[in-house]
């Protein structure tokens, strides 16, 4: 123990960097002297004991030095009861506890989207018009905010990929020659010159020229599902977003294909199905139809759905992209509201 101006010190094992630092700016101890001796802290036992107690464990005391605090308290037997630093431990550990076991509030759903439903095929007679029903969409695959730079990363990532970087030429030391002098050094009164390979000359080899190389880049595949979300989200918000319950064509006449694309509008459009192979009926029917283009979404780009004016899902393709891309708890299925 120490006294210093009629007060009672305890020399203790050093503590904690972040409490410590805390007790040391405390406003309560800023009229007390601090001795140091060597690398021990002298406190006031008092003091420090009053600041543990009024501490919060969430800004200022971690659970993770709970068995510092413990071990510089066993040391202070002589002013404090044992009782009193046990029930002190156990009350920075129940604060701990509580505040971990604290159940976390989900933030609410966001409002369905919903999309008027249209149809490939000819109308059935006994059945609903296809404008009369609707098809219940994720919110957060077909309503995502829009991000430009999202798409922008995306596009140029892909339009990378494309680049075929076969570009090659000859530097000198790959073009074939003898490697005699030209000409002497002196005495012509013309320009001092190499080899033959030399860049300035004609039939040399080309300084710096291109080689082969691979253009293509990495990006995280977060970004390139936020990507396809914001690209769908953009086509729905431009009504340039169509929705059919099957792509199944099973005439195989193109100009009846055709005429029914031009009766529903669809010109410049990319169909897309959920299967693993596009309909036999509508890849033979629609190949010759110019301004058409038919893929999976297994092949799906997020390019091909920003290059193409219109997009025309399948519901299998519904339910696919809701299920890779959905951020909502699973279960949550498009449904048809009639």
Not at 93 to 115: C, D, M, S
Request: net charge positive; proline share 8%; hydrophobic share 35%.
């Amino acid at each position: 123990m120490l006294s210093v101006a009629g007060r009672t010190f305890a020399r203790v094992r050093p503590w904690p960097p972040l409490l410590l630092r805390q007790l040391t700016t405390a406003p309560a101890l800023n009229d007390v002297p601090r001795l140091d001796k060597g690398d021990y802290y002298v406190k006031p036992v008092s003091d420090v004991i009053s600041k543990l107690e009024t501490m919060s464990i969430e800004d200022s005391l971690a659970f993770n030095h709970a068995p510092d605090v413990s071990e510089t308290l066993e040391g202070i037997t002589e002013e404090i009861e044992p009782e009193s630093i046990a029930s002190l431990l156990e009350q920075v550990e129940n604060r701990y506890l509580a505040e971990r076991t604290t159940p976390v509030i989900a933030a609410p759903l966001a409002k369905p989207v919903y999309l008027t439903l249209s149809r490939l095929l000819y109308p059935i007679p006994d059945a609903p018009p296809a404008s009369d029903c609707v098809v219940q969409l994720d919110p957060t695959v077909f309503n995502h905010p829009i991000r430009r730079d999202i798409i922008h990363l995306c596009v140029v990532h892909y339009r990378d990929s494309l680049r075929q970087g076969s570009a090659n030429t000859k530097t000198r030391g790959e073009v074939r020659g003898s490697g005699r002098k030209i000409r002497p050094q002196k005495g012509s009164g013309r320009a001092r010159l190499g080899d033959g390979q030399s860049p300035m000359l004609r039939g040399g080899g080309v300084a710096f020229g291109p080689k082969p190389r691979d253009f293509s880049t990495k990006l995280p595949k977060k970004v390139i599902e936020m990507g396809m979300r914001v690209a769908l989200s953009a086509k729905l918000k431009e009504q340039r977003l169509g929705i059919v319950e099957s792509l199944d064509w099973p005439g195989l006449k193109t100009r009846e294909l055709a005429r029914r694309i031009s009766s529903l509008g669809w010109h410049k459009t990319l169909f897309v199905t959920g299967k693993h192979e596009v309909p036999v009926g509508l890849l033979r029917s629609g190949r010759n139809i110019p301004n058409t283009d038919y893929t999976t979404v297994e092949q799906l780009k997020v390019y091909d759905v920003v290059y193409w004016p219109r997009v025309v899902l399948d519901g299998a393709a519904v339910d696919l992209l809701e299920a890779r891309l959905s951020k909502l708890s699973p279960g949550l299925h498009n449904n048809l509201v009639i």
